[in-house]
């Protein structure tokens, strides 16, 4: 039987890719929390996994082996995040306060999705070794 890493890891691989944008994106946030006119940014996180399972799903259920594989979309859309402050002045809708919990809560779901993983691999790597010591 031949082992799937799609099937065991995909999903998850995808779910590292979609927090490493988003931190990108939320260290933007900070980067530019002077800048005026600067409009906070955001990914849906629920929404890109959501695609991307819609995505995983059809591909899985194609119906002949020479139908074109569709690819995840490698992101979801940005969208600018509602502010949660009133306006300043200067059109900035930075919360530096704010994105610095999103960035911790963010980074923090990060490395347990990596926790995750390695346990994956490290399981896989037993298995293949079998008896072997």
Known sequence: MAISLDKMM????????????RME???????????????????DFQQVMKQAQTSRDHNLNRTH???IKGSMKASGEVQY?????PDTGDGN???????RNTFLDNG???QAGMEFLNG???GMKKALKGGQQ
């Open 93 to 99: 809708s930075v919360d530096v306060q704010m994105e």
């Open 120 to 122: 994956k691999i490290k």
């Open 25 to 43: 994106i939320i260290a933007g946030n900070l980067a530019n929390a002077d800048t005026p006119g600067y409009k906070a940014k955001d990914l």
């Open 10 to 21: 995909g999903f998850h691989h995808k779910a590292m890719q979609v927090r490493t944008e």
């Open 65 to 67: 082996e020479n139908h």
């Open 81 to 85: 995040r509602v502010p949660h402050q």
């Open 108 to 110: 923090l779901r990060y």
